[in-house]
């Protein structure tokens, strides 16, 4: 594997979209949910405990070579509300655009034929690190890393919080979302045996119910 | 960035501005309007969409700070039906939006593409930003700054990336210059010393046909690009 | 309980998702309740009858008075269970059209009883063609130094309805939760419909957090599968806030089928959520 492609991969500067979302931090913002740095970091142990683990799962069996379409169907049943799944595609379009003029794959192309309106993002993002030479482990890592960098990224702009604050809370994440990233990764190896049933499925009833709250609204910063 | 298998490695595309779609035939137009808050981006859009949509096939995608507040009042205005106007969200960062990461606005004016046939122009309005907001080359295949006397006749002595190097910039609300003390003849020399042989308009869009000059420069580009494309 | 040496055991994963390697089929204690309870209904032509209704261990069935073409059963609670230890399973069918409704008599109650060890409680739903099957239990209640698995396995063809109703309390009054980790799987006309898996009570990370719960100790979730369901039309919001409760009923994904998803602060708040998200839905499938 390639350090510096996971790093890319990882980036929140890779041209993916992700930088108009947050993760459901500005509804639980507005909700006065969090309102600290110590809120934040209670709200991002919590999704990286749930949609990070199941993101992650997605992202590893992509990237270990599992059928995309099928993890496609896997993902839906994992992602009961139609924001979400609507932001899933979403992303999965935007990371599909730029992981094939980045990491260009006859297997990012065929997917994208295969779901032109976008697959969900983990599995996109799965077959993209597969295509820079990554692990199924890489993979989960960027989409572990993903599933709280984003929200810091966006309470900070949202409640002006320090960003320093903010970089240490991640640090203080890392070796859970190392955890929650091995833990996903050895799911997607048993898929083999198990089928998908093997993959987690961790979810949260509040960024659920929240994100259609989010959705509802006329007025907001982010995209979710 | 080493990948072990470059034999098989498909002919690498890019997914931006191309002027050619899939099929083979030409997409939309692509121009860009930038410019600080409160300079008359929105009226612009809106005046563009008044005098060219008689002529021209059109769309508009907006970048706001808080989502949808510049098409809404586009589509209050009615300037174009509201399968022509979209929003795009953008996290607090519009610059970003249109620079940085632009693949929001990829999906929108494809989207236009896709399900607007024929389609002659997509204005892609960014959020009121700062001076330093430009768009992106693979957004955009022009862009246009707006800036306007009220905020202070030294902007274009400034400078910026908006207006150094924007294709064409709009001085806006000429009419006011008397009001704020802006001199105009001092703007337009910046402006030169800034920007050498890129052209500036000076205009007031509450003036009968204030948008005109700029709406010609626009299809004028229209009609180069396609021409160049064709070739 | 039936036994009182309970010997203390390793504990098992706390995630049947992510279980550690080599302890996979360890759950249960030797000298827990082991019990499977089964219902199975069928429909002869008029009404739907019950050819099995086997009780054990902690499931008392007993088939309820009704009227029409339907069949009721109630489950009384013959002992304190599940506590930590017990396997405890329930096997639900109704066969091609017949029609079933199944309900507890009261709340169950996870409790620690004398070993940590988890306890397992396994409900398998399956509804043949045109059967009519509603899973209605009374919450369960997670008290404090409970550990249970649950798990929830639906089967249903593509002509059959589903109504199913899960309740979740997290610890009694003032007191803090066990540790309950469940995971629901749904599968319509043989496609996976749903998959949830959830983790609630320490040591769950993160489960009380503003991601998650945020302080709520009832969560519970309403399912409708009806081959007819419009499941076009937008999500309905139940309340604005956060703080009070509030509730979504959405469409999924891979069949006709609406999801309400609640959390409250307490139990009366969630079912009130949970009738209001009914009512709703079966507006929606205009019955």
């Given at each position: 594997m390639s350090p510096a492609a996971l790093l890319l991969l990882a980036d929140g500067r890779f041209?993916?979209?992700?930088?108009?979302?947050?993760?459901?931090?500005?509804?639980?913002?507005?909700?006065?949910?969090?309102?600290?740095?110590?809120?934040?970091?209670?709200?991002?142990?919590?999704?990286?405990?749930?949609?990070?683990?199941?993101?992650?799962?997605?992202?590893?069996?992509?990237?270990?070579?599992?059928?995309?379409?099928?993890?496609?169907?896997?993902?839906?049943?994992?992602?009961?509300?139609?924001?979400?799944?609507?932001?899933?595609?979403?992303?999965?379009?935007?990371?599909?655009?730029?992981?094939?003029?980045?990491?260009?794959?006859?297997?990012?192309?065929?997917?994208?034929?295969?779901?032109?309106?976008?697959?969900?993002?983990?599995?996109?993002?799965?077959?993209?690190?597969?295509?820079?030479?990554?692990?199924?482990?890489?993979?989960?890592?960027?989409?572990?890393?993903?599933?709280?960098?984003?929200?810091?990224?966006?309470?900070?702009?949202?409640?002006?919080?320090?960003?320093?604050?903010?970089?240490?809370?991640?640090?203080?994440?890392?070796?859970?979302?190392?955890?929650?990233?091995?833990?996903?990764?050895?799911?997607?190896?048993?898929?083999?045996?198990?089928?998908?049933?093997?993959?987690?499925?961790?979810?949260?009833?509040?960024?659920?119910?929240?994100a259609e709250q989010h959705a509802a609204w006329t007025v907001r910063l982010f995209a979710s | 960035m080493h990948l072990d298998h470059p034999v098989t490695m498909p002919h690498r595309h890019t997914y931006s501005a191309e002027p050619l779609r899939a099929d083979g035939s030409l997409r939309a137009f692509r121009v860009g309007l930038g410019g600080p808050v409160g300079s008359g981006k929105t009226a612009s859009v809106a005046a563009l969409c008044r005098t060219l949509r008689d002529r021209l096939s059109l769309a508009v995608v907006t970048n706001d700070i808080y989502t949808r507040e510049d098409a809404e009042f586009l589509l209050r205005e009615a300037v174009l039906p509201p399968e022509r106007i979209t929003a795009v969200e953008t996290g607090a960062c519009p610059h970003t939006a249109i620079r940085d990461d632009i693949s929001a606005n990829l999906e929108a004016v494809e989207h236009f593409d896709q399900t607007l046939d024929p389609l002659d122009l997509v204005l892609v309005e960014s959020g009121g930003d700062n001076l330093t907001a430009t768009f992106s080359k693979?957004?955009?295949?022009?862009?246009?700054?707006?800036?306007?006397?009220?905020?202070?006749?030294?902007?274009?002595?400034?400078?910026?990336?908006?207006?150094?190097?924007?294709?064409?910039?709009?001085?806006?609300?000429?009419?006011?210059?008397?009001?704020?003390?802006?001199?105009?003849?001092?703007?337009?020399?910046?402006?030169?010393r800034q920007r050498g042989a890129l052209p500036v308009v000076f205009t007031s869009l509450t003036s009968d046909d204030g948008i005109r000059e700029i709406a010609d420069w626009i299809t004028g580009h229209l009609t180069r690009w396609r021409a160049k494309a064709a070739a | 309980m039936s036994s009182g040496s309970r010997l203390a055991e390793p504990d098992t994963p706390l995630d049947p998702a992510v279980p550690a390697a080599g302890t996979e089929a360890s759950?249960?204690?030797?000298?827990?309740?082991?019990?499977?309870?089964?219902?199975?209904?069928?429909?002869?032509?008029?009404?739907?009858?019950?050819?099995?209704?086997?009780?054990?261990?902690?499931?008392?069935?007993?088939?309820?008075?009704?009227?029409g073409r339907a069949a009721t059963v109630g489950i009384i609670g013959a002992m304190s269970a599940p506590l930590g230890g017990d396997r405890l399973a329930l096997d639900i069918t109704a066969e091609d059209r017949a029609e079933l409704e199944v309900t507890t008599a009261a709340a169950t109650l996870a409790l620690r009883g004398p070993t940590t060890a988890p306890a397992t409680y396994d409900v398998r739903l399956t509804a043949g063609e045109h059967a009519c099957l509603r899973w209605l239990p009374q919450p369960l209640i997670s008290a404090a130094g409970s550990n249970l698995r649950q798990t929830c396995t639906v089967n249903l063809a593509?002509?059959?309805?589903?109504?199913?109703?899960?309740?979740?309390?997290?610890?009694?009054?003032?007191?803090?939760?066990?540790?309950?980790?469940?995971?629901?799987?749904?599968?319509?006309?043989?496609?996976?419909?749903?998959?949830?898996?959830?983790?609630?009570?320490?040591?769950?990370?993160?489960?009380?957090?503003?991601?998650?719960?945020?302080?709520?100790?009832?969560?519970?979730?309403?399912?409708?599968?009806?081959?007819?369901?419009?499941?076009?039309?937008?999500?309905?919001?139940?309340?604005?806030?956060?703080?009070?409760?509030?509730a979504v009923l959405a469409p999924l994904a891979g069949g006709p089928a609406l999801l309400a998803t609640a959390v409250a602060p307490a139990s009366s708040a969630l079912r009130e959520l949970?009738?209001?998200?009914?009512?709703?839905?079966?507006?929606t499938a205009g019955r």
């Open positions: 041209p993916a979209g992700g930088h108009a979302h947050s993760g459901g931090v500005e509804a639980a913002v507005a909700h006065k949910a969090v309102h600290d740095i110590n809120s934040l970091e209670a709200f991002c142990r919590g999704r990286l405990h749930t949609t990070g683990l199941t993101t992650a799962g997605l992202a590893a069996a992509a990237a270990a070579g599992c059928d995309p379409l099928m993890l496609d169907d896997a993902a839906d049943a994992r992602t009961p509300v139609p924001a979400l799944r609507a932001v899933a595609r979403k992303l999965g379009r935007q990371m599909m655009r730029a992981a094939r003029a980045t990491f260009p794959s006859a297997e990012l192309d065929r997917l994208a034929a295969e779901r032109p309106r976008g697959a969900h993002q983990p599995i996109v993002q799965g077959i993209a690190a597969r295509a820079a030479g990554l692990t199924p482990e890489d993979a989960a890592c960027a989409a572990a890393y993903e599933a709280v960098g984003g929200p810091a990224t966006a309470a900070v702009r949202l409640l002006s919080l320090d960003p320093l604050a903010a970089s240490w809370l991640l640090a203080r994440l890392s070796t859970e979302a190392d955890a929650v990233a091995a833990n996903a990764a050895g799911a997607a190896a048993r898929v083999k045996t198990e089928g998908l049933d093997a993959l987690p499925s961790a979810s949260s009833p509040l960024l659920d119910i929240t | 693979g957004l955009v295949d022009v862009q246009i700054f707006v800036i306007d006397v009220s905020s202070g006749d030294d902007i274009p002595r400034k400078g910026g990336p908006g207006i150094t190097n924007a294709d064409l910039l709009v001085v806006n609300k000429t009419d006011l210059a008397p009001h704020v003390g802006a001199d105009l003849a001092t703007m337009a020399a910046d402006a030169e | 759950c249960g204690h030797p000298d827990g309740v082991h019990a499977t309870a089964r219902i199975r209904a069928t429909y002869n032509g008029r009404v739907t009858t019950l050819p099995q209704l086997r009780s054990d261990g902690p499931f008392h069935l007993r088939r309820m008075r009704t009227g593509a002509t059959s309805r589903l109504l199913l109703r899960e309740e979740q309390i997290l610890g009694r009054a003032d007191e803090e939760p066990g540790h309950l980790v469940s995971r629901i799987r749904v599968h319509h006309a043989g496609r996976l419909l749903l998959d949830q898996h959830t983790a609630y009570g320490d040591p769950a990370p993160g489960w009380d957090g503003p991601s998650v719960l945020d302080g709520h100790r009832a969560v519970g979730q309403l399912l409708v599968v009806k081959p007819d369901l419009d499941v076009s039309r937008a999500p309905v919001l139940l309340r604005e806030g956060i703080k009070d409760g509030c949970l009738d209001e998200a009914l009512g709703h839905a079966l507006a």
